[in-house]
């Protein structure tokens, strides 16, 4: 029974390239959120998609970021022309509605060198 | 704005040693407050708190919530070195989707 899946764990990205961040929810999940974690702060909400539905984003930069949950296969995180500014851990949480706990993966460390 | 506010920031205690961690929250329409660990990896829940005055425990680890007063505390008793971690707490509203993490307790336990 895997909890919520991400990858890959550490992503190095130079300047003006894409990152794309994958998360697997646990089994059964159909709530995933993303959130940011810049070095010394604490977790940032960015995204909270539902399948094929994207529900609330007002955490998420306008320009360069996107996300997805697609009916099938994981969600993605995908940040376009990535600066220095846009290092930090991205964790991804699921939980199976509004009212229950978040479970989180064990992040995505960008670095943009 | 919603506000989580954590304290103390850092602790460092010995072994054995009993702590308590405090979250204050300023919120519209609450729904539960939660806590996670933090240990250089994945935030690893541990209570949700939804109603007041009723205590969760797990172990040596256990939480209260007073709605009245908008806060949480979290105890360890006897605190061992794998305790020694970042504690986030959380809230959720009922209208939203998100959590609001206050900056978490970076504790420290010596042997």
């Known amino acids: 029974n895997a909890g919520v899946m991400q990858n890959p764990r550490h992503l190095v990205r130079r300047r003006g390239q894409e990152a794309r961040l994958r998360c697997s929810p646990v089994?059964?999940?159909?709530?995933v959120y993303w959130y940011r974690q810049l070095p010394e702060e604490g977790l940032k909400f960015m995204v909270y998609?539902?399948?094929?539905?994207?529900?609330?984003e007002s955490g998420m930069p306008k320009e360069r970021f996107s996300a997805e949950f697609p009916k099938e296969g994981p969600s993605i995180l995908r940040i376009q022309q990535v600066v220095r500014g846009d290092s930090a851990a991205y964790f991804c949480?699921?939980?199976?509605?509004?009212?229950?706990?978040?479970?989180f993966g064990q992040g995505t460390r960008l670095t943009v060198v | 704005e919603d506000k989580v506010v954590q304290s103390p920031l850092s602790l460092v205690v010995h072994e054995g040693d009993t702590v308590t961690l405090n979250c204050s929250y300023e919120?519209?329409?609450?729904?539960?407050l939660l806590w996670y660990k933090q240990e250089k990896k994945a935030p690893t829940f541990l209570f949700m708190l939804?109603?007041?005055?009723i205590e969760k425990k797990s172990g040596r680890l256990s939480s209260i919530l007073d709605k009245k007063e908008l806060f949480s505390i979290l105890n360890i008793t006897a605190t061992q070195t794998g305790d020694s971690a970042i504690y986030l707490c959380?809230?959720?509203?009922?209208?939203?989707?998100?959590?609001?993490f206050g900056e978490g307790t970076q504790l420290t336990v010596n042997p």
């Open positions: 949480a699921s939980s199976t509605d509004l009212n229950t706990e978040a479970f």
């Open positions: 089994k059964g999940h159909s709530h």
């Open positions: 998609l539902q399948k094929e539905n994207i529900i609330d």
């Open positions: 919120v519209t329409n609450f729904r539960s």
């Open positions: 939804t109603s007041s005055g």
């Open positions: 959380a809230v959720g509203i009922a209208s939203g989707s998100r959590l609001t």
